[in-house]
Nanobody
Framework: EVQLVESGGGLVQPGGSLRLSCVASGFAFGRPAMGWVRQAPGKGLEWVSTITVLGTYYAQSVKGRFTISIDNTKNTLYLQLNNLKTEDTGMYFC???????????RGQGTLVVVSS
């Protein structure tokens, strides 16, 4: 059974940082494209970042502020969020086989709130 469990969200002030984690199980971690999507309150799903064997990719809105990484020994995907802005507020989901906002499986999400 495929499982993706996110953690690390919370309330942070603008300019602050968070580190999101996603622990995966039930499949050969490290092979499919893994990544993050987010959904702001009242808005649709937005692609944030993807990591594949070929490299890392970011949405223009987060490039230079967010960093995606993977630890295959721990079956864990990370997203480091720096210099957070209020518009980064939303539910962040870890996703498997991610291409844009299409994926085969995603976790339950972790909430990030950026507010002063």
């Amino acid at each position: 059974e495929v499982q993706l469990v996110e953690s690390g969200g919370g309330l942070v002030q603008p300019g602050g940082s968070l580190r999101l984690s996603c622990v995966a199980s039930g499949f050969a971690f490290g092979r499919p494209a893994m990544g993050w999507v987010r959904q702001a309150p009242g808005k649709g799903l937005e692609w944030v970042s993807t990591i594949t064997v070929l490299g890392t990719y970011y949405a223009q809105s987060v490039k230079g502020r967010f960093t995606i990484s993977i630890d295959n020994t721990k079956n864990t995907l990370y997203l480091q969020l720096n210099n957070l802005k209020t518009e980064d507020t939303g539910m962040y989901f870890c996703a498997k086989d991610l291409s844009g906002t299409n994926y085969t499986f995603r976790g339950q999400g972790t909430l990030v709130v950026v507010s002063s």
